[in-house]
């Protein structure tokens, strides 16, 4: 299988024949793999090594995933793929909340999982300006997006958004005027081969506007367009 050659990625399982045949078929198609087994280790892991990926089981010894997950996002803006065993939607909605990019639930194909990375990792990506034409930041009252440095300003404090957060703030501030759908922001986001619950939108969405603090029954940035999906609002 095609991959992206000279990315890592850090799988942390506490299964470890599970976590074993991942690394196994991660190696295979091409990526740098290391192996963590337990909360602790993995935030350590993440430290140390600066994957470009995080395979991140949610059930795990010491911390579990999600409190794996909220520290790692405090240093990193690495692509977490988490894993869960349970099929209640809450936990899926949950490890999103903290900053996970995408899911699978257990049991899943190996090389389903290696596809997910890959296709995380082609995340398409608007190229920069050269800096003698960089394009201005996008204002929409207090909050000003600067694509080419990839920040976020509400007045003047800066925003820590995640990857896909700002991914997806990007892409709704490029066409202000356009309303986008689901499907069309996992699209940009995502890229045009992920295949998932398109709802995972909405997740991502409520963290951004938490973030910004854009309350959703009265947004001033990012506004619900029924029916469709999302456009930028004026601020």
């Not at 506490?14 to 280790?41: C, M, N, Q, V």
């Not at 099929?87 to 049991?107: C, F, N, Q, R």
């Not at 700002?166 to 295949?195: K, M, T």
Request: charged share 25%; proline share 7%.
């Amino acid at each position: 299988m095609e991959s992206l050659s000279g990315s890592s990625v850090l799988v942390v399982d506490d299964e470890r024949p599970l976590a074993g045949i991942i690394a196994s078929y991660l190696r295979k198609a091409g990526f740098a793999t290391s192996l963590a087994h337990s909360g602790p280790d993995g935030v350590s892991s993440a430290k140390e090594l600066d994957p470009d990926v995080i395979v991140l089981d949610l059930g795990l010894p010491g911390l579990d995933g999600i409190e794996v997950c909220r520290q790692i996002r405090t240093f990193s803006d690495c692509y977490i793929l988490m894993l869960t065993a349970r099929v209640d939607e809450v936990d899926k909605l949950i490890g999103l909340s903290v900053g996970a990019d995408d899911y699978l639930t257990k049991p899943f194909s190996p090389r389903e999982l290696v596809a997910r990375v890959n296709t995380v990792l082609r995340r398409p990506r608007r190229p920069a300006s050269s800096p003698s034409v960089a394009a201005p930041a996008r204002e929409f009252g207090r909050l000003r997006v600067d694509a080419d440095g990839r920040d976020v300003w509400l007045g003047d404090e800066a925003v820590p958004l995640t990857r896909t957060e700002f991914d997806i703030l990007d892409a709704l501030s490029a066409r202000p005027n356009l309303a986008l759908s689901r499907r069309q922001i996992i699209d940009e986001v995502w890229g045009p081969g992920w295949v998932g619950d398109e709802h995972v939108v909405d997740v991502h969405v409520a963290n951004l506007r938490k973030k910004l603090d854009d309350p959703p029954t009265e947004p001033r940035y990012v506004l619900t367009v029924r029916g469709v999906g999302y456009r930028m609002g004026t601020g």
